[in-house]
Nanobody, 116 residues
């Protein structure tokens, strides 16, 4: 079992920055991919970014490319999402997701609200 806890959300003005954290516990060694997703009110869950723990491969959704950075601190079992130049359209609940072979785990989400 893997447990994920997101933190770092809050209210920020457009153009501001936030850093989200996802603390992982349990059998984290079995999870090779870590993802960030977000879900805005009335919309489906949207892919944001990913990091492959085995080799550090990183990718982003086009909507956040150049503004967001995903990273990992293995010693702290934590994945981060640094969000810069935030826009009102970034307002959503942000979730981290851990995937391995035949397994898929989600955190509880953290709210990010960007005011114009």
């Amino acid at each position: 079992q893997v447990q994920l806890v997101e933190s770092g959300g809050g209210l920020v003005q457009a153009g501001g920055s936030l850093r989200l954290s996802c603390l992982a516990s349990g059998r984290t060694s079995s999870m090779d991919y870590m993802y960030w997703y977000r879900q805005a009110p009335g919309k489906g869950r949207e892919y944001v970014a990913e990091i492959r723990r085995s080799d550090g491969h990183i990718d982003y959704a086009d909507s956040v490319k150049g503004r967001f950075t995903i990273s990992e601190d293995n010693a702290k079992n934590t994945v981060y999402l640094q969000m810069n130049n935030l826009k009102p359209d970034d307002t959503a609940v942000y979730y981290c997701n851990a995937e391995g072979v035949g397994a898929d785990y989600w955190g509880q989400g953290t709210q990010v609200t960007v005011s114009s």
